[in-house]
């Protein structure tokens, strides 16, 4: 099993046409992923790859049946479009669009907030339950089929921590890029909840970095509600207060969101914390052997 | 993107929250006529510059006569001020603000900014102004009122009366409806800028009764720069590091670090990470340079050619996960910007990711002098051993 997305998953491209739509559906189609349709508003009609292209989210379901939306379309319209998925009963909303303005992700939230949908990113590298499906733009032969779930707030950090994980002769039942924004769809609990629930999945990788308190409620939630072992790391650990580290949400401000009282508050729910990042495939095998 | 403190008033000016008076000099010659338009003495002196806490680093100065604030001024546009929030060295001050000084009955904060935890703009309050709001939230935390604004109805008269009749001793009347007017103002400014933070600390309530916005700081969503034209042409370049402005021209993260390893690295994330490992080696980053997930050869040529014109760079690594980024590209990039620079430092190449057989191929048949690693580990020790 794996959570989420499967082989099963009747995926629809949003912004499929772009420059970075149809370089990612390429990819995807060449994973195996079943991408079903695509959208561009005014392109309704034409086939890219082969693959039906609509002029609405809403015409993508009721013609093909989609069930699963990757988002690739350009900052200013994002928001606009993740709720257009949402409106035509898209199950799993995955947004790889960077830079949304803060207030349209207010908007988002505020809409998605009674609806049974789950939005991961904006601002991620996507989701992949790895033989079975890839929804996003992570490098699909890094990825082993396996027992470790991955939940990361990062994108490349993200294929590091996997490729040292293959390394290391495990695989992943699910690789999850929850993103680096200040309002994201989904927060590491969300998926923690799904990892427990997933008989594949032995333990969890958790890959937390400064900014907010994310990592913080996580560690709570995992002393309280979550069996399966869990080893964390932490990017940001050496990251000056005040300056925001790329991702709009890795910022130290206000006292909040420092490194080190993240990896306290994992280590006190006794979790194992990875400090040196080299070292996290070794860690990982040592705690799923035991 | 941070505004001024003068800029952030002349929008709280233009939206109906009361300011001092008050006028910006560029040099002490202008400070005398300044004065003839503002009432005083006596008359407050403030640095322009976006680092905090500029009251302890003597950025702000009350002034008594017209002498005292042209020698004022001219000490602060001639030495860098130092803060605890700047580096050792200081930042250069290019601008003074001149301002009426005010007779403070009561020194409040108010503020707004969203909370990532309920997805929410949140109005902040507290009656203990014009000290460090992170120190009040630290000591006194009871202090702190929040409001968060839901954002089908926007911001609602019983929030303003929940945060001003918290205060004690409650004040008049005519006070209660200045401090709720401005929590209205702040509110709909936040939206209308896109702003990521409004903060008046302190917010005064004059012996007049008056509510006044003693204090001004907004932040601008930099995501939301594209549909805030208006506010991007306030942006002052001259508060950002030169490298960092460069960067800033080529849609690279570049912020300037305090050692001697240069690092470029591709994904925010593995950025910070590979800081970190750098520093476990036992040495110290000179930045922090993300060249983006999807960087193009030029962008990775400019972020290379930043780092070779940091002088304080001894030696440097490159992390590249491919992603998006293919290391083909990668490779290309590093060669361009070694063809039109000397490398004088020694360079260390981890590779890893897509297409990285070509990547390798192409670094290892150029005439580039570079060591290898081959996992992050042993980069990082290569790369500390250099120094």
């Known amino acids: ?290 | 993107m941070k505004l001024h403190e003068y800029q952030s008033k002349e929008i709280f000016r233009n939206h109906g929250i009361p300011v001092p008076a008050g006028q910006l000099v560029l040099s002490p010659d202008e400070v005398e006529q300044a004065l003839s338009r503002i009432s005083g003495p006596p008359w407050v002196v403030k640095a322009q510059v976006h680092a905090g806490g500029r009251g302890k680093g003597g950025g702000v100065k009350i002034v008594r006569d017209i002498e005292e604030a042209v020698s004022v001024v001219q000490t602060l546009l001639k030495t860098p001020l130092v803060t605890p929030q700047t580096t050792p060295e200081g930042v250069a001050v290019h601008q003074v603000l001149l301002e009426e000084g005010m007779d403070i009955d009561r020194e409040l904060y108010l503020g707004m900014t969203v909370d990532r935890s309920t997805a929410t703009p949140t109005m902040i309050f507290s009656q203990a102004g014009g000290m460090e709001i992170e120190e009040v939230a630290a000591t006194t935390p009871e202090l702190i009122l929040k409001e968060p604004v839901n954002p089908g109805t926007g911001w609602m008269g019983y929030q303003a009366r929940n945060l001003a009749f918290s205060l004690d001793p409650v004040p008049p009347p005519e006070v209660l409806r200045a401090l709720t007017t401005v929590m209205q103002k702040i509110s709909k400014l936040f939206v209308e800028l896109d702003c990521s933070l409004v903060e008046i600390n302190p917010l005064v309530i004059t012996k007049k009764g008056q509510a006044v916005a003693l204090d001004a700081k907004i932040t601008i969503d930099d995501n939301a720069l594209f549909r805030q034209k208006d506010a991007a042409a306030l942006d002052d370049p001259k508060e950002k590091d030169p490298l960092e402005r460069t960067a800033g021209e080529y849609n690279l993260n570049y912020i300037r670090l305090d050692g001697n390893i240069g690092a470029m690295v591709n994904g925010a994330g593995l950025a910070m990470a590979t800081m970190d490992v750098i520093k476990l080696a036992g040495a110290d980053p000179a930045n922090f340079l993300d060249v983006g997930g999807g960087a193009t050869e030029e962008m990775i040529t400019k972020g290379f050619e930043i780092i070779l014109q940091d002088p304080r760079v001894k030696a440097i690594l490159i992390n590249i996960f491919g992603g998006i980024l293919r290391c083909d590209v990668l490779a290309r990039g590093v060669i361009e910007a070694a063809r039109k620079n000397e490398i004088a430092v020694p360079l260390i190449v981890r590779l890893e990711g897509t297409n990285v057989e070509s990547g390798r191929k192409i670094l290892n048949e150029s005439e580039l002098e570079f060591l290898v690693a081959g996992d992050l580990t042993e980069a990082a020790e290569l790369v500390a051993k250099q120094v």
């Open chain 1, 1 to 290: 099993m794996s959570i989420l997305v499967d082989e099963d998953s009747r995926v629809v491209v949003q912004g499929i046409t772009g420059k970075e739509g149809s370089f990612h559906t390429r990819q995807m189609l060449e994973y195996g992923t079943r991408i079903v349709a695509g959208v561009t508003p005014g392109k309704g009609g034409m086939l890219f790859e082969g693959i039906p292209v609509y002029n609405t989210v809403r015409q993508a379901v009721e013609k093909e049946g989609a069930n699963v939306s990757c988002i690739f379309v350009p900052p200013p319209f994002a928001g606009d479009t993740i709720m257009e998925a949402a409106a035509a009963g898209i199950n799993v909303i995955v947004c790889i669009t960077e830079g949304i303005p803060i207030l349209d992700m207010v908007s988002v939230a505020s809409f998605l907030r009674d609806r049974d949908v789950t939005l991961i990113g904006p601002n991620c590298p996507g989701i992949i339950s790895p033989g079975k499906t890839k929804v996003g733009i992570m490098p699909g032969p890094i990825h082993r089929a396996g027992g470790v779930g991955v939940i990361s707030r990062s994108g490349t950090l993200t294929y590091e921590v996997v490729h040292q994980v293959t390394l290391a002769g495990l695989g992943q039942s699910t690789c999850i890029g929850i993103g680096g924004d200040p309002i994201i769809g989904t927060s590491f609990i969300d998926h923690l909840e799904r990892f427990e629930k997933d008989p594949e999945t032995q333990a969890v990788v958790l890959i937390g970095e400064i900014g907010g308190t994310a990592e913080e409620e996580a560690a709570t939630f995992i002393r309280n509600s979550f069996s399966k072992p869990v080893i964390a790391f932490i990017a940001g650990q050496t990251a000056p207060p005040g300056r925001r580290m790329g991702h709009a949400g890795a910022i130290i401000s206000g006292g909040q969101g420092k490194a080190e009282d993240k990896i306290r508050a994992l280590q006190e729910a006794d979790i194992r914390v990875v400090i040196n990042l080299g070292r996290l495939g070794e860690e990982v095998r040592e705690v799923v052997a035991g």
